[in-house]
């Protein structure tokens, strides 16, 4: 019992008991995006968990939760939420620019956080009933707990396969799991149904599911100037989908691809044709990686 009392204590005390001014939520977007940052430019962090940061959800989701459960009404919370977003996401690709051989064509990537920053504002108003400790909280709660068991899984499989890469992130989002179950839910009932519901969904979704699904924003080699008249043909159109994704300056493709292999794609913009090699393939550190590289007209590389 006094394990149970201490283990609620400090769960109050994280998600409930800290000061979550404004001047807290500011700084703290500024230092989280200047520790992205750094584990994004500095190769050591390459490969790694860390680097992840950059990339995936599960670091961002922490933060969420943290200022969501410190704030007293639902509004605060939405917009706190939103505010850590807005200022930390940019700040993010800002500090990488003089870093970059891509300069400020990075901020091409910003297009999805910046949806997800907007998606933020309902989100956290909603996301801040999860400290009623009910039903609804668990329901709330639970594409979190999904998102989470999802990366957790997918991480461990990493670890197992290239240990040991990505176990920190299988840690990582284990612990909040726990953390969150320990937190937001009140008897034992609720709290194994929020962990082997989640963790029976992602195990069959990655059992029936393909092995590979890939859906990625590419530069393409040569940086062309793509127009609205801009199309493309994929020779091998069952391997993979590729699209404009944004035209004029550092124009972009859209790539997707559920299988390891190559083909060819072609794109016709007015006079100018442009070829390309698409790449898919697993590096030694057990990413999916795509790469683009050029071909003649005539089909030679």
Known sequence: ?????????????????????????????????????????VPAFQNTSFQRM???LEAWVFFAVLIMANCRKPLESACKTFVFFLVSQPLIYLIQVPFSWQGWGLFGYYRYWFL??????????????????????LL???????????DCVYASQTAA?????????????LAQVLLYLAAFTENR???????????????????????????STQFLPG?????????????????????VERTGPDSMVRVQTSRYGETAFTI?????VYRYKLIVYEDDAGHSQIRIEPMDPSGNG
């Open 223 to 243: 940086d062309p100037v793509l127009t609205e008249e801009a199309g493309i043909t994929v020779e091998d159109s069952g391997f993979a989908s590729v699209s």
């Open 189 to 215: 009932r609720q709290k194994w149904i929020g962990f082997l519901v989640p963790l029976a969904a992602v195990l069959i979704l990655l059992s029936a599911g393909p092995r590979l699904e890939l859906n």
């Open 1 to 41: 019992m006094k394990k149970k009392a201490l283990l609620r204590r400090l769960t109050d005390r994280l998600y409930g008991g800290l000061p979550m001014t404004w001047p807290v939520v500011l700084l703290s977007a500024v230092g989280a995006a200047a520790v992205t940052a750094l584990f994004l430019i």
């Open 161 to 173: 396969k290239h240990f040991p890469r990505l176990l920190v992130t299988a840690v990582f989002c």
């Open 140 to 150: 709330i709660l639970s594409p979190v707990l999904c998102l989470l068991t999802y």
């Open 116 to 137: 997800l920053t907007l998606l933020t504002f309902p989100a956290a108003w909603i996301g801040w009933y999860i400290k009623k400790r009910n039903w609804l909280s």
């Open 54 to 56: 950059g990339v995936t």
């Open 268 to 272: 016709q913009d007015g006079e100018n």
